[in-house]
């Protein structure tokens, strides 16, 4: 068996290793999330970053739940393999941005230290849509979620991440430290603005001379990610460890493609990003919306329909003619409700989504898509459908989507296998009974905080789900979606 990476020496031709001396650069970013999307994605801009222009920006990656991921890391000098999948074949890399990695259940007083430390100028964030406890009809918080109840309960021992922060915040300012910076990295529109606001009212309850600091001198700029980064599997550790020699527990495979827009509002400084691509703007929300309706959206639809069809990932989604022609559909219906940004053609953004999506060297299962729906709908389906009814436009795609959404919600495929919904409104979701088409619809459309007025208020809305939701409780999701193909 081979060794286990701990160092860049050793490793096979071919792999690229960090373009600079680790150890020449300390930590300036405290990355709170330690999945696969932050190790194939900041962590990597960040690598480029120091390469191209050095700078004390290395990061201290931070686990809320688990432990095993700063395990991996820490038993690996930080550092991992990325894979970056492509039809033109696999490229491994070693990145050297994590300067360490801390897991909050067992290390939580050195990451609160790491939060009020001098040289943490950034705090960036990828905790999952879920992860932050907003209340999305209110922006504040949501008390019963249960991170913020417990940092309401123990505001001086915070585990979640509004608790971590405002705690953070108002010990720099008791020592006299500027604030970080704030950058949410999650799939959430304006999520800058999201993330302050849930902040401010946090700090509302829990330290209320806070809140004009963090209204005031606290930076949240807004950014638009992009990279499909499947989650690891034992084929993933192989792959690695046939590329490089090493063993390596903590590596991660994604694709070629990447993409981060940023606005530029970092007042205490940021690495040089631009050096591994990052787009600087000054409003990223054209983007955000592009990206969320486009990619997302469509990946959610083909997440249920497809999971519901038999099709495990999205590359055999796209091999199934039917649904391939409705994810194409559904990019354009989303593009059609989308202002103009200049410089971006949506019809060619789309054509490259479809190629991403085909990539026959990536498994991105339709199970780990079709997760958290309730917190993915809004932004993905529900949005651009409200802006599509009030356009008067074509309100089909948005339809069979949220149809396949609620399809799904009834937690059993056609042959009555089971899976787990894996949402964490999943209680309310969930239906013991056989529902018919129309009390099924009219239980979730009437969900609290979920569907839009104006969605909920239309007829002609309840009618375009609630005929194909019909189609697919009748007549299975497969015969629907070969329905909805040959009508569209
Ligand atoms: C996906 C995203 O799992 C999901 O919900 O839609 O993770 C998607 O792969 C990324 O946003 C791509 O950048």
């Given at each position: 068996?081979?060794?286990?990476?701990?160092?860049?020496?050793?490793?096979?031709?071919?792999?690229?290793?960090?373009?600079?001396?680790?150890?020449?650069?300390?930590?300036?970013?405290?990355?709170?999330?330690?999945?696969?999307?932050?190790?194939?994605?900041?962590?990597?801009?960040?690598?480029?970053?120091?390469?191209?222009?050095?700078?004390?920006?290395?990061?201290?990656?931070?686990?809320?739940?688990?432990?095993?991921?700063?395990?991996?890391?820490?038993?690996?000098?930080?550092?991992?393999?990325?894979?970056?999948?492509?039809?033109?074949?696999?490229?491994?890399?070693?990145?050297?941005?994590?300067?360490?990695?801390?897991?909050?259940?067992?290390?939580?007083?050195?990451?609160?230290?790491?939060?009020?430390?001098?040289?943490?100028k950034?705090?960036?964030?990828?905790?999952?849509e879920?992860?932050?406890?907003?209340?999305?009809?209110?922006?504040?918080?949501?008390?019963?979620?249960?991170?913020?109840?417990?940092?309401?309960?123990?505001?001086?021992?915070?585990?979640?991440?509004?608790?971590?922060?405002?705690?953070?915040?108002?010990r720099?300012?008791?020592?006299?430290?500027?604030?970080?910076?704030?950058?949410?990295?999650?799939?959430?529109?304006?999520?800058?603005?999201?993330?302050?606001?849930?902040?401010?009212?946090?700090?509302?309850?829990?330290?209320?001379?806070?809140?004009?600091?963090?209204?005031?001198?606290?930076?949240?700029?807004?950014?638009?990610?992009?990279?499909?980064?499947?989650?690891?599997?034992?084929?993933?550790?192989?792959?690695?460890?046939?590329?490089?020699?090493?063993?390596?527990?903590?590596?991660?495979?994604?694709?070629?493609?990447?993409?981060?827009?940023?606005?530029?509002?970092?007042?205490?400084?940021?690495?040089a990003?631009?050096?591994?691509?990052a787009?600087?703007?000054?409003?990223?929300?054209?983007?955000?919306?592009?990206?969320?309706?486009?990619?997302?959206?469509a990946?959610?639809?083909?997440?249920?329909?497809?999971?519901?069809?038999?099709?495990?990932?999205?590359?055999d989604?796209?091999?199934?003619?039917?649904?391939?022609?409705l994810?194409?559909?559904?990019?354009?219906?989303?593009?059609?409700?989308?202002?103009?940004?200049?410089?971006?053609?949506?019809?060619?953004?789309?054509?490259?989504?479809?190629?991403?999506?085909?990539?026959?060297?990536?498994?991105?299962?339709?199970?780990?898509i079709?997760?958290?729906?309730?917190?993915?709908?809004?932004?993905?389906?529900?949005?651009?459908?409200?802006?599509?009814?009030?356009?008067?436009?074509?309100?089909?795609?948005?339809?069979?989507?949220?149809?396949?959404?609620?399809?799904?919600?009834?937690?059993?495929?056609?042959?009555?296998?089971?899976?787990?919904?894996?949402?964490?409104?999943?209680?309310?979701?969930?239906?013991?009974?056989?529902?018919?088409?129309?009390?099924?619809?009219?239980?979730?459309?009437?969900?609290?905080g979920?569907?839009?007025?104006?969605?909920?208020?239309?007829?002609?809305?309840?009618?375009?789900?609630?005929?194909?939701?019909?189609?697919?409780?009748?007549?299975?999701?497969?015969?629907?979606?070969?329905?909805?193909?040959?009508?569209?």
């Amino acid at each position: 068996m081979s060794a286990r990476l701990t160092s860049i020496d050793g490793l096979k031709p071919g792999v690229v290793l960090p373009g600079y001396d680790r150890d020449a650069h300390g930590a300036g970013i405290v990355h709170i999330g330690l999945g696969a999307f932050h190790k194939a994605h900041q962590a990597v801009y960040t690598d480029d970053a120091l390469a191209a222009r050095g700078g004390d920006w290395r990061i201290i990656g931070v686990s809320l739940r688990s432990t095993a991921p700063a395990e991996d890391l820490t038993a690996q000098d930080d550092l991992y393999t990325l894979l970056e999948r492509s039809v033109d074949g696999t490229v491994p890399r070693v990145i050297g941005a994590l300067h360490y990695a801390l897991s909050m259940q067992t290390n939580a007083t050195a990451v609160r230290a790491a939060l009020c430390a001098e040289e943490t100028k950034i705090v960036t964030l990828t905790v999952t849509e879920k992860g932050y406890g907003i209340d999305r009809t209110t922006g504040g918080i949501d008390r019963a979620h249960p991170a913020i109840a417990a940092d309401l309960a123990a505001p001086e021992a915070p585990q979640g991440v509004a608790g971590l922060l405002v705690r953070a915040l108002g010990r720099r300012r008791a020592k006299g430290l500027a604030p970080f910076t704030v950058l949410c990295c999650d799939n959430l529109p304006e999520n800058g603005k999201m993330v302050r606001s849930l902040l401010i009212d946090h700090a509302r309850h829990v330290a209320p001379e806070l809140v004009e600091h963090i209204a005031t001198e606290v930076a949240f700029p807004s950014s638009m990610v992009d990279r499909i980064t499947p989650a690891q599997t034992p084929d993933t550790l192989k792959l690695a460890e046939d590329l490089t020699g090493f063993r390596d527990a903590a590596a991660v495979e994604t694709e070629a493609f990447r993409q981060w827009v940023i606005e530029d509002h970092f007042p205490q400084g940021r690495p040089a990003w631009e050096a591994g691509g990052a787009i600087f703007v000054s409003d990223v929300s054209p983007y955000e919306e592009m990206k969320l309706r486009m990619l997302n959206g469509a990946h959610s639809m083909l997440a249920y329909s497809g999971f519901l069809s038999g099709h495990g990932y999205v590359r055999d989604v796209m091999r199934d003619p039917a649904l391939a022609a409705l994810v194409g559909r559904h990019m354009r219906a989303a593009a059609a409700t989308l202002k103009p940004l200049p410089g971006a053609d949506f019809e060619s953004y789309a054509e490259a989504l479809l190629s991403r999506f085909e990539n026959p060297h990536l498994a991105h299962e339709t199970y780990q898509i079709a997760m958290d729906g309730t917190e993915k709908l809004p932004q993905r389906i529900l949005g651009p459908a409200v802006a599509a009814l009030s356009a008067g436009s074509d309100l089909s795609a948005f339809a069979f989507a949220t149809a396949a959404w609620m399809r799904y919600t009834l937690g059993r495929k056609d042959d009555g296998t089971p899976y787990a919904l894996r949402d964490p409104r999943e209680t309310e979701l969930t239906d013991t009974g056989t529902p018919t088409a129309t009390a099924l619809a009219d239980r979730l459309l009437a969900l609290p905080g979920l569907f839009p007025a104006p969605l909920r208020d239309s007829t002609a809305w309840r009618e375009a789900v609630t005929t194909r939701l019909d189609r697919m409780m009748t007549l299975g999701m497969r015969a629907a979606v070969e329905a909805e193909a040959g009508a569209a």
